[in-house]
């Protein structure tokens, strides 16, 4: 007999109980008994068994919420770790996905989210900064490998993107069933262990032992069940029928949950729509209307505005205070007064306040305000001019207490600082030229502005000027001058002698400040500013004795970042101005400190340079660049390193060809030999393209004496484009150049081969280089002087006589031979004098006496050839007697 329907807990036949109930076969009874107990069931752990697609989707889901977590702390490396798993997840759930003959939802979710992530953090460039090394890594090999990645699912994507919603509600249905199918076999589960603890343990059989019944399809649902329990014959009993055990009709179990699903949607829609609809009429909105200031018959005078002033003011920096209402509020409140005509100085005090609360509006001192706030910003203090200088009898001061405050009766007195209201606007003006893109319309925009801030700071110094005290006109002159030092006036750069306005108003602000100023800080800025303005208007000489008198490279170390700065901007103008003024050298010795070290953006406050050693901290950053200069105050960084590289090659070249075979010959310019050397080192030198490179090619060509070759590599069409047009005047800047590459190739060349020639003609070399023979001479003439040439000059045949003192290529590098082994020489001497332990002893007598002879010989040499020198001439000049 089949063991499928017995009622004891217990396969063995030894634990059944002594009476044995025979059930008769299905056909022939009307009782059933109350329900089947399955031996198994507590003797093995229930086994629910899944189908392979909820398998392989619940591994890809599992993956999408453990990355999900990861993204929200940014950890880059385990997202990346993540997507690869998902990846390979995929690839196992293909087979599943090609049956279904569409790819999940959640799938293409997860990836256009993870898109969105990934591009998000690649935007923000502050974040990427601040990211650790792993994370960063992590971030741009993920972004290679999703934009790869997604290539396969382009057109379900794009289809996702526009239609994201749908779909959802069938996940959500399905993800329901699931929960309440789970739910179902709980219950099922409690309830049949309920009543098998009830019922007596007994042993049913039926009468016939085939085990035909095995094959039968148990299909136990949560409906059934709930039927099988509620419904019977009688306590105890329950009909079990013929279509119970058959099979389903595929389309019939289809049709089923179909129709599951359609009620569960609709009683969610019904749910989420939370009622009927309401019909809206047309027209807009209603506007709810603003909180009355004061009470129908409330006498509106100076106590109630004050108080009601007052209790506004109070709200301000508290948590949950709304910014826009309060400035709303103050706006009602003047209007209110000035209604009621409580007089102009009530009127003036909450004025104050109104431009006060518009500076609170933006908590963050870091950022810039919002375009509209600032317009109302620069309405604001207009408007207050116009109340300070419509009544000048009001007196206003920020030492006025608040108990001193009369705003009822004349004479009025109001506490507050207009000079102080003003220097914030001018900040805030500043900053919102920082957080603007350069190239954008927007900055261009908001620079109109600054016509109506400069207009702001003339009219408050014509009201201080003559009420104010000496501190608060430097501090309004200071600020107009930082507004005018870096505009350029045409009509003063081309008419230095006459008086020009900006120089005269530049004058007079900078002469009050440097004679009442207590601040070293004010004085020094206003004089850093006035060396710039006259540098930009190529006054070379006042704008040098000026710096020189001043004395602020001593100590500008101890000054504050901003003013360093300015420093910085001052020096590089002033070197600009000298190397137009054809002042080489000056221009080198200006320049050199701030491109020596390759931080010129840095230090000019134009922008800020990675650092390598250490990360800067977010603090540190964001004060940083708070001190970046607005981007039409910027000097052309590369207009600055081409000036700096075209100087040191002016002197550079001469000097290394006069010195070529100087083994201690020092470095002028420690950058341009850097470029050099690079230059070098590359295996094939193509035509030059940049900058640089066309500085490199001049300078090969000036060391062999072509100057024509030199001046086409540093004055063609692409070094005008970039460099040259950008002087204004730049023929004139051009043509300086042109001759200075002449004099320089000029004294190139009689360096590098004044050992080949005798004698040379002042005709011929003029010829070669296209300069005034008169030039020539005297450039030989400072030669002779300064004894960098051995020649002399024979006035009646124009030529240039050649003194043979200067050694030749293989007599130098035989002195430096014996240099070098003599130094070699002194070294072991001193090893065996150090190992033989009598250095205290001997006191290297013998490198002494090798010294003092050396120092003799060479002294010697130098009167021999002093003697012979001034033989020469003495032969030279009867000759010419003779002759």
Known sequence: MSRFFKGSDSESDSSSSDSEVNVPRPGASTARPVAYAFSDDEDEPKRIVRSAKDKRFDELREIIKKMGNHKKIKDMASVLTDFEELGKAYDKSKKVIEKENQIPRFFLRCLVELEDFVSECWEDREGRKQMSKNNAKGLTTLRQKLKKYNRDFESDIATYRENPDEGEEEEAVDSEEEKSDEEAREDFTKMKAAKEESRPSKKVTYDDDDDDDDDIDWEMSSDSSSSESDGGEGPGTTVYTAAMFLKKQPGEEKKEKKEKKEKRVKKKREEDEGGEWEEVTKGAPMIKEAPKMFAKDTEVN???????????????????????EQIALLKELQSISNANNLGPAISMKIMFHIISAIYDYNPNIATCMRSEMWEKCLAGVSELLDMVEANPDINIGENILEESENVTTPPYRVRGCVLTIVERMDEEFTKMLQACDAHSTEYVDRLKDEKEVCVILDRLQTYLVPRGTTEEICRVYLRRIEHMYYKFDPEAYDNPKLENKSFKDMEEMCKFIYAKDLTDRLRTRSMLCQIYHQALHDRWYQARDLMLMSHLQDTIQHSDVPTQILYNRTMVQLGLCAFRKGNIRDAHNALVDIQSGG????????????????????????????????????INLELLECVYLVSAMLIEVPYMAAHEMDARRRMISKNFHHVMRMSERQALTGPPESMREHVVAASKAMKTGNWKECKNYIINEKMNAKVWELFYKSETVQEMVTSKIQEESLRTYLFTYSSVYDSLSLETLAEMFEIDQGVVHSIISKMIINEELMASLDEPTHTVVMHRTEPTRLQSLALQLSEKVSSLVDNNERIMELKQ???????????????????????????????????QRQNYSQRERAY
């Open 599 to 634: 931080r010129a953006k840095e230090l000019l406050a134009q922008g800020l340079l990675l650092q390598r050693q250490h990360e800067r901290t977010p603090e540190q950053e964001k004060i940083e660049k708070r001190r970046l200069l607005p981007y039409h105050m910027h």
């Open 302 to 324: 100076h106590e109630a505005v004050i108080k009601k002033l007052n209790e506004i003011i109070s709200a301000r920096g508290k948590k949950g205070t709304d910014r826009n």
């Open 837 to 871: 332990g009598n250095l205290f002893f001997q006191k290297s007598g013998g490198m002494q006496d090798r010294q003092d002879r050396f120092q003799g010989n060479y002294q010697q040499n130098r009167n021999q050839n002093w003697q012979d020198r001034r033989n």
